[in-house]
């Protein structure tokens, strides 16, 4: 028989889809690379290890569509591999270059980890992290599920329900396709729920879903439980709201463990000291370098930034992570006396790349997270399939719109910069309709109607990328918000110049795509959900 208190540790793995194989390197490209050196390869590191020592414990990773795409991209991932080369060959300059300085023990502390990484990544899990993270779910140590489509801001779709169920389609097939089964659970792209979102979602045959804190404690009725068991929605599904104070703990960024002084600095990079002839074009985009993973510094407190000393971090981590049980030992016990069958449940979501690529040491906290709580008789980490299937809450409830992020409602995504953008949203979606009704009445298994078929679905492509909330939230945060807005752009017209294209082929009653036609190359181009 398990603990009582049950810990949803919940990770959000999701990267806007960003392909570019007309180019040998490409800035935005960097952001999956990191992504996948820096959080994802050490997290199947730190699961491996907990492994092999027989820990006990779960830990949940929702894996966006458009990261299930892009690590299943032969183009990626050969960039990947030249990607951790091009960090090797540095490595080992900053090895010689450092030889007989201070700075001696810790390049070698890099290089060892770089070859260690490269041989998970080549040798062991040969490319293919989409199966190692099956592999890690068969043996008990993850629990997989996904995230809504591109990423939508579902609330902003209310009157689109073409688009939700759209974007429910690509989830569930993408899923499957990845991972040999259909997903049970969803994370709702940036929380953002609306009443009635759960009936698009059984729709599709999801069990579950997760809110911002409010989305719940403001449901109808009131919660009896709070944020503390799953709620079962109207339409017979569950969902649970994020539990405060351990968010806190972690994303907190004045009180937080990794603001902690003795954590590796996030900010200085070696591609900030270094002369461009020593670094090489891989690590500069114009005249801007780009970050090369490479940190000398620790956080320090202050503006003069002392060395970072990876075994004191180490340390410091296996401290806070050992804290954050106790911490949630006391919470559950707190709660159990006042709960029916004696049981609670808590929910910890973050976003996975803030283990490991923000702050650095976050996999090691993760493993010695796990190990700490094996040794619990109050709590255990638990897989979400296994507990968001009942409620101590008797009540079928109602939860309310909201979202995470600044406000809780929205503000993020639906403001002033980027309100224009979700009009065209909607244009681009009655051209979609539009061609749809043509195609049914000339019959879609006609030279022609297949023809049609192809300008509706990289329409829908188009349309998928274009309503990504990556995009709001870069412009909202000023964050390359001048890529965002050329993708906004580039999908916009990518729709209207496909849509003109489509009505030309149906008047001149073709079945073949002009030689000026842009849908061939959009096809290889904006290739996401291909299978289509």
């Known amino acids: 028989m398990g603990a009582p208190g049950k810990i949803l540790f919940l990770m959000h793995a999701h990267l806007p889809f960003v392909r570019h194989p007309e180019f040998k390197r490409f800035f935005e490209e960097n952001w999956l690379f990191e992504a996948i050196a820096e959080t994802y390869l050490p997290l199947v590191q730190a699961m491996r290890r907990l492994l092999e020592k027989g820990v006990p414990g779960t830990l949940n990773l929702s894996v966006s569509p458009p990261l299930i795409e892009m690590l299943s991209d032969e183009n990626l991932i050969e960039k990947f591999s030249e990607h951790l080369k091009k960090q090797l060959e540095l490595i080992e300059k900053e090895v010689a270059r450092n030889a007989g300085t201070e700075l001696e023990q810790l390049s070698r502390f890099y290089l060892s980890r770089q070859q260690t990484l490269m041989d998970l990544w080549e040798n062991r899990i ?186 004191n971090a180490m340390k410091l981590a296996e401290d806070h992570a050992h804290l954050f049980v106790v911490n949630r030992e006391a919470t559950i016990s707190e709660l159990l006396v006042n709960m029916d069958g004696n049981k609670a449940a808590m929910l910890c979501p973050y976003d996975a790349e803030l283990f490991g690529h923000w702050w650095f040491e976050g996999p090691l906290f993760l493993e010695a997270m796990l190990e700490r709580a094996a040794s619990s008789s109050v709590i255990e980490f638990a897989g979400a399939d296994e507990i968001m299937t009942s409620s101590a809450d008797p009540d079928a409830h109602e939860p309310a719109f909201s979202s995470w992020g600044e406000g809780g409602f929205g503000s993020v995504w639906i403001n002033g910069e980027t309100d224009k953008y979700y009009p065209q949203s909607y244009r681009l979606r009655a051209m979609i309709d539009h061609l749809i009704s043509i195609r049914q009445k000339m019959g879609e298994g006609s030279p022609r109607g297949k023809l049609l078929t192809r300008y509706i679905k990289q329409m829908e492509r188009e349309l998928m990328l274009f309503q990504s909330s990556d995009w709001a939230f870069m412009i909202h945060n000023h964050s390359a918000d001048g890529y965002a807005r050329r993708r906004l752009d580039d999908h916009y017209n990518n729709g209207h110049t496909l849509f003109a294209e489509a009505c030309k082929a149906i008047l001149k009653n073709t079945d073949k795509p002009a030689a000026s036609s842009i849908l061939p190359k959009l096809e290889k181009t904006n290739s996401i959900f291909s299978w289509l």
């Open 126 to 311: 040969h490319r293919n992290l989409l199966a190692e993270f099956l592999e890690l779910e068969k043996a008990g140590k993850l629990n997989l599920l996904t995230c809504v489509g591109t990423h939508p801001f579902l609330p902003a779709y209310q009157s689109d329900p073409a688009s939700i169920r759209m974007q429910l389609d690509v989830t569930v097939r993408c899923f499957e396709r990845a991972f040999g089964r259909k997903p049970m659970g969803v994370w709702l792209p940036e929380c953002g729920y609306f009443p009635g979102l759960d009936k698009y979602l059984a729709e599709f045959g999801l069990h579950y879903f997760f809110l911002e804190t409010h989305g719940v404690l403001l449901a109808t009725p009131t919660p009896k439980y709070g944020v503390f068991t799953p709620l079962k929605t109207t339409q017979g599904l569950y969902c649970m709201g994020r539990e405060q104070k351990s968010s806190m703990e972690v994303w907190s960024r004045r009180t937080g463990y990794p603001g902690h002084p003795e954590y590796r600095e996030f900010f200085t990079d070696i591609a900030k000291d270094r002369p461009r002839d020593y670094l090489g074009e891989y690590f500069f985009a114009g005249d801007t370098p780009i970050d090369s993973g490479f940190k000398y510094n620790r956080i320090t407190g202050g503006e003069k930034k002392e060395l970072y000393r990876p075994w």
